[in-house]
């Protein structure tokens, strides 16, 4: 299972580092990939960034660029999203998301995901 962590309330133009864990015998380091996903109230759930098995390919949508990065810590079998600059348009409940297989790109398709946390809720306050 995966277990989000890190959510909580902040002002605007402050920072937040999210967490998820993955554990049980389904996560593999190898070839796994992860992304994070995000919904508002009354929108529909978007990603927000990904990475490969490898860490050798991020993807991250356009509104985050420069702020959010994403990154991996294999031997914790965990994957980290660094928001800084945070905007009240980011607020959501944030979702990551695991998906086994050799992408030379990082997955964005939602529908690729297998493996989806609980979701941990970010509030940014202006």
């Known amino acids: 299972q995966l277990q989000a962590s890190g959510g909580g309330l902040v002002q605007a133009g402050g920072s937040l580092r999210l967490s998820c864990e993955a554990s049980?015998?389904?996560?593999?380091?190898?070839?796994?990939?992860y992304g994070w996903f995000r919904q508002a109230p009354g929108k529909e759930r978007e990603s927000v960034a990904a990475?490969?098995?490898?860490?050798?390919?991020?993807f991250y949508r356009e509104s985050v660029q420069g702020r959010f990065t994403i990154s991996r810590d294999n031997a914790k079998k965990s994957v980290y999203l660094q928001m800084n600059s945070l905007k009240p348009e980011d607020t959501a409940v944030y979702y990551c998301?695991?998906?086994?297989?050799?992408?030379?790109?990082?997955?964005?398709?939602?529908?690729?995901?297998?493996?989806w946390g609980q979701g941990t809720q970010v509030t940014v306050s202006s």
């Open positions: 049980g015998r389904t996560f593999s380091n190898y070839g796994m990939n």
């Open positions: 990475i490969n098995w490898r860490g050798s390919s991020m």
């Open positions: 998301a695991a998906v086994s297989g050799l992408y030379d790109s990082a997955p964005v398709a939602e529908r690729i995901y297998e493996h």
